[in-house]
């Protein structure tokens, strides 16, 4: 088995999780959502299938209110930016 990073040219393995929004995903939107900067898809397979897959979105979590982290008296404002992430 390995995992591969999902590219414009990639062949896709026979691939049905049972969910048709997953299954259209993979097959219809995984490359137009890479081309999109919108998310990057990585593929595990095995020698003759596609056994699973993950996206990782390009989004970070925004907060009305900024989460706050005391440090030795300073308030430091703390954001989760998913971006870096990656």
């Known amino acids: 088995m390995k995992i ?3 590219t414009q ?6 691939f049905d999780c ?6 259209d995903f993979l097959l ?4 137009q959502y890479l081309k999109g900067l ?9 020698e003759n299938s596609t056994v ?3 996206s990782l979105s390009n989004d970070r979590i925004s907060l009305a209110k900024p ?11 703390m954001y989760y930016d ?4 990656i």
Do not use: C, M, S
């Open 38 to 46: 919108l998310a990057v898809t990585y593929i595990v397979e095995d």
């Open 18 to 23: 049972g969910e048709a929004d997953l299954n």
């Open 9 to 14: 040219d990639h062949i896709f393995k026979p």
């Open 67 to 77: 989460l706050r982290k005391e440090n030795e008296g300073d308030t430091i404002p």
């Open 52 to 54: 699973a897959f993950f």
């Open 4 to 6: 591969v990073r999902l």
């Open 28 to 31: 219809q939107d995984a490359k």
């Open 82 to 85: 998913l971006t870096q992430l």
